[in-house]
């Protein structure tokens, strides 16, 4: 059977289509290409970084932007360029690695509720809406001061916390596409039900759980944050974007630049992330961008 359609041109699947009309949307591309940007220099940082982040010229001090500190120094002489790239590090991780795990639950738990049904689902959810009655601020506050200030219980503490709404929205994707005909199939041809979810309800249902993985990074970047200028992230001499705003707010009369260049570039990637999302959103769903 032929794959052109009547016009003689070539027939695209839906994946091929998002793709295309993700390309169109100015604001998205724009978002991604910075994200990316970013990224790349988060990860080349070791390499490309001008001074130690660690390294303090106490004679120094804090001078403004010039030929030789582009974003200036802070008040122990540290390079603050070179602070941000470092800080963009562990920022960029804890939303992509907290995201992860939120990703991991969330996912899982709301396929099986969803597909099970009956009590299982009900317990399930119960559980889920207890949860979301809990103060998780409080919660993860609890957790930097029981277990210490490490990054990796930055990461789990968050994702631990931030799956919640993931699973309710794969749970309805669930409990829509397991009516479906192909479902209903598998189950015949004697399909367990984890071959079930892991092969036709998940990829199925691929298109809102990206969506929503754009939109809970900017998130757990804001949380960690908050966390971070309460002194309860990243200790230094390890930096965040969020200790960096911390700090700047303190000496902002003084060194408004401590505080512009980390929030604008904060700034930056949350509006790249939210540029993404929304772009995201319109391509996998095209009767979103007609409302």
């Known amino acids: ?26 604001l998205a591309m724009l978002g991604l290409y910075l994200l990316a940007f970013m990224v790349i220099i988060a990860l080349l940082t070791p390499w490309i970084a001008p001074y130690s982040y660690e390294t303090q010229q106490l004679d120094l001090g804090a001078i403004a932007p010039n030929a030789r500190h582009w974003f200036g120094t802070d ?12 800080g963009g590090r562990v920022s960029l991780a804890v939303g992509f690695i907290a995201t992860a795990v939120a990703l991991v639950i969330g996912v899982l738990w709301g396929a099986v509720a969803g597909y099970i049904g009956g009590r299982t689902d009900a317990v399930m959810m119960r559980i889920v809406d207890i949860l979301y009655a809990l103060p998780f601020m409080i919660f993860i506050i609890l957790l930097m001061v029981v277990f210490g200030r490490s990054i990796l219980l930055l990461f ?23 009516q479906q005909e ?51 992230g990243i200790q230094p001499p390890q930096s965040s974007w969020g200790l ?16 512009l260049f980390p929030g604008l570039v904060l700034s930056i990637t949350l509006f790249a992330l939210n540029f993404l999302g929304d772009g995201l959103r319109d391509a996998l769903d095209p009767k979103a961008s007609k409302d």
């Open 1 to 26: 059977m032929s794959s052109l359609d009547p016009s003689g041109e070539q027939g695209r699947s839906l994946w091929q289509d998002a793709i295309a009309r993700l390309g169109q949307n100015r």
């Open 75 to 86: 008040t122990f002489g540290r390079d603050l360029l070179t602070r941000i790239m470092y």
């Open 156 to 178: 789990l503490a968050i994702g631990c916390v931030e799956w919640l709404t993931m699973a309710r929205i794969v749970r309805g994707q669930v409990l829509a596409l397991k």
């Open 182 to 232: 192909f479902i209903e199939a598998a189950v015949v041809i004697g399909l367990s039900h984890w071959q079930i979810i892991y092969r036709h309800i998940i990829p199925n249902i691929l298109g809102p759980i990206i969506v929503y993985i754009t939109l809970t990074i900017p998130s757990v970047m804001l949380l960690e944050a908050f966390l971070s200028f309460l002194g309860l």
């Open 244 to 259: 960096l705003i911390s700090y700047g707010v303190e000496t902002m009369e003084e060194y408004p630049w401590l505080l």
